[in-house]
Structure formats: structure tokens, C-alpha cells
């Protein structure tokens, strides 16, 4: 199996000559779109776009950066399903993927953790997550080909790991995120001074308790915006050295660059 990084969470996974894609996000700036001008100076996270044709898109949860309708729309073959975590009314952080994606018009379907899901060559399974501002997310797991490969999101450290590892490992690549980004939004005050998704060295760390063959750092470079999105500057470095000596490779690459 092929795996491209397409910047941020954006993963594209290619066997016998089919694709699926995982958090494509083609337009970063719609991410802050909600705070108009104030946004307008933000450092966005390098993006490329997935082949046109996949079997299916997957979401890890339905937060801008994660769901993009229009990137999707651009990826998806004809007829292709959405596949995410349900939705939860009433929820501010949700509201504008959620409107996208109704507007696109795209087929979806709700998941729940262990359900799994066939396209193509690729069986695809909602592995558990939590989500750092409590709304619902997963962990993808696809396998094709006897690979298994697992998109981690932007899940918090949680203490399933060990339960995924026993029913759905191993996994061959482990794609985690490793921004470890604080976060201060309106709608959720007296804001939390822990980071909403995992930093370097939590990543590192879950990346053994996996027992993954290999770990790919995503979901950095890009997005600080004082005081409501405050990531970690130097995650991948961080990362690299809090992987050296654990029982996987490490392997950092860029936008664009495929393992």
C-alpha cells in the first residue's frame, strides 16, 4: 500500500491502482474563517490534493480542518461515501463542516467506534478516539493488500490503546498527530490549559504501546492564531527525538512525499 501525506491530517492510500483519501483539506484558510479579519494573518499548513477517483473518503471528526466538503467533493469518485463519527446537534465546532457537507451534496454515513465499512480493495474500521474539545471522533484503521495502517486524527493520549492493538494490530504505519495544540475558543470557557490533541512525545509513546511497525508525524506545521489555536513550533523535531530508541522507525516526510 501507498501512503501520501497530503500536509496536515490529509492522507491519500493507494492499492491496485485504487485511492481512498483520509482528512483532505484543500482550502486551510476556511479553517478560521468564523473570526473574519482577525484571521487573515494566520500561517496555514502546506497542502496538496489527492488524486480525483477515491472509493471513499473518511473523517475523523467533524472540525473544519478535518472535514473539508470541497476537497472531498475533488477526491471522491462518483457515488462515493463520506464515511465520519456522528454528528451532534447544536454544537458550534461542527457547524460549518457540518453545513458544507450538507450543501455538497456527498453520500455519507455515520460510524461508531469498531464499525467497519468496504470500498475498493480497502476494508476500513472506526477505531476509538477521544476528542480533545469532547466532540465525537475516530481512529481510521484501513487495511488492503495485508497492510494495515492506522490514521489516528487528532485524538488526546487515551488508554485504549492497548485494547486496539489486541483486536486490530498490528499495524504496519501509524499516522499520529504530534501538534499538541492548546486551544481557547468562545464557545468553550474557562478555556483548558492542556493540549487538545497529542504532542510529540505523547505521539511517540502511543506509536510503542501500538506496537507499530513505523510512525508518521501529521497534523503540524501551521494554524497559530493567539490566543485560540497555540501548536507546539517544533513538533516533528520533538517527535524525532522522543521516537529514537523505541521499537518502530520514525518516519517524518513532507507534503506530497509518499511511504
Known amino acids: 500500500m501507498k501512503i ?30 468564523a473570526f ?3 484571521a487573515a494573518d494566520v500561517e496555514l499548513p502546506e497542502v496538496v490534493s489527492p488524486r480525483e477517483g477515491a472509493v471513499a473518503g473518511l473523517v475523523s471528526h467533524l472540525h473544519r480542518d478535518h472535514t473539508d466538503a470541497s476537497a472531498l467533493a475533488q477526491a471522491l469518485a462518483p457515488g462515493a461515501t463520506v464515511h465520519h463519527p456522528a ?58 493488500g495485508g497492510k494495515r495502517v492506522l490514521h489516528l486524527g487528532d485524538t488526546v493520549f487515551h488508554g485504549a490503546w492497548w485494547q486496539m492493538a489486541r483486536r486490530a494490530g498490528p499495524f504496519d504505519v501509524v499516522l499520529a498527530p504530534v501538534n499538541g495544540a492548546v486551544v481557547d475558543f468562545p464557545h468553550q470557557q ?16 502511543a506509536g510503542e504501546l501500538l506496537g507499530a511497525g513505523a510512525v508518521v508525524p501529521i497534523h503540524y506545521g501551521g494554524f497559530e492564531f493567539e490566543p485560540h489555536y497555540r501548536p507546539i513550533r517544533d513538533a516533528r523535531e520533538r517527535f524525532e527525538r522522543a521516537a529514537r530508541g523505541r521499537p518502530y522507525r520514525a518516519l517524518p516526510i513532507s507534503p506530497g512525499e509518499a511511504v
Open 87 to 144: 454528528s451532534v446537534e447544536e454544537n458550534l465546532a461542527l457547524a460549518q463542516a457540518e453545513h458544507e457537507l450538507a450543501a455538497s451534496g456527498l453520500p455519507r454515513k455515520a460510524v461508531a467506534a469498531w464499525d467497519s465499512v468496504t470500498a475498493g480493495p480497502f476494508t476500513c474500521t472506526a477505531l476509538p478516539a477521544v476528542d480533545g474539545l469532547g466532540d465525537p471522533q475516530v481512529s481510521w484503521l484501513v487495511e488492503a
Open 190 to 205: 474557562p478555556p483548558s490549559p492542556l493540549p487538545a490533541a497529542m504532542d510529540p512525545e505523547q505521539a511517540a509513546l
Open 36 to 38: 473574519g479579519e482577525r
Open 4 to 33: 501520501r501525506w497530503l500536509g496536515w491530517a490529509g492522507v491519500e492510500l493507494e492499492h491496485d491502482g485504487e485511492t481512498l483519501v483520509v482528512d483532505p483539506l484543500g482550502d486551510p484558510g476556511a479553517t478560521f474563517a
